[in-house]
């Protein structure tokens, strides 16, 4: 008797336009609810303005699957150290990676069980943990203590075990920031940092994690970062050299790109949303973080959905996206 598993039907442009889309909220739930049960948006990012009581948050990741109809994704940055989301939920921030790095790669492994148990209890589904950026810059002023280490194969040894830990959960990791946000000087979320360096010491430093991991993680984020060693004209979240070119020939993976936050300064001011959106699947990205706004996230929806209407090339990579998110993370269920 075959156990395979029946092909998913194929996707609407307008279902595919909204399975390329995470969103984020400010307040009530419900607005973003509604777009989950209307096709106009594909997963669910959570922050801790979202986050109230345990009980709170397994209450809103069953009314995200019941909205959309099955297994969705529902993500947080949960890191530990700065970034960490789940202290009203019962879940200390804990010490930052680098600190935990220093215990050694089985408590980074441990780290990453014990993270992971608890979103899963939760209903979470996706951390966009670990940070695979190589700390080289001590005036960087937002990755510092976030990366594991000071050198590549620090970096490489223990967000193994992170990206270990967390899987042996339940729970998908997401690498980041591709290709490397270590060497800034500049926060992306505030401003658009660039880093130098030539190509050969990019590839050796902030290239070289993202290459020995990539066929162990299901999910990469990009940076708003320009590197113009690659591409002078745009940051990588929007440069076809640096997304499809690196990453998905180069390095050749094949889990699902996802845009860090497009409305973050780096790029917000480039352009407005939607052309955000559509120039970001045209670089190779599949998924796309809209955090906050509803507006954003509309018009995110409405200018993926216009391109794919009028061109042929646009329609065939936005399905591509929607299909690689869909077989990946939709399948991805935490109550099984």
Known sequence: MSTSVPPLPPLSIDRAAGQVLMIGYEEAPDAALDALAAGRAGGIILFSRNVASAGQVRSLTERCRTAFGGPVPIAIDQEGGRVARLAAAGLPAGPPARAVAALG???????????????????????????????TNPDNPIIGDRAYGRDPDSVIQMARAAIRGLASAGIQPCGKHFPGHGDTLLDS???????????????A???APFAALAAELPAIMTAHVVYPAWDAAVPATLSRRIVSGILRQQLGFTGIIVSDDLEMAAVAR??????????SIEAGVDLLL??????????????????????????????DA???????????????
Request: proline letters at 6%.
């Open 322 to 336: 929607a299909e690689r998110v869909r077989r990946i993370w939709c399948g991805h269920d935490p109550q099984r």
């Open 105 to 135: 790669p089985q408590a980074v492994y441990d780290w990453g069980r014990a993270t992971g148990r608890f979103l899963r209890d939760l209903g979470l589904t996706i951390d966009f943990a670990p940070v695979l950026d190589v700390d």
């Open 189 to 203: 979320h505030v401003d658009l940092p660039w880093v130098r360096h030539t190509e050969p010491r990019l590839e």
């Open 270 to 279: 480039l352009a407005p949303a939607g052309e955000l959106a559509v120039r």
């Open 205 to 207: 430093v902030e290239l």
């Open 290 to 319: 809209c955090c906050k706004r509803q507006q954003v996230w509309e018009e995110a929806y409405d200018a993926l959905r216009a391109r794919a209407a009028t061109d042929a090339a646009f329609r065939a990579r936005l399905l």
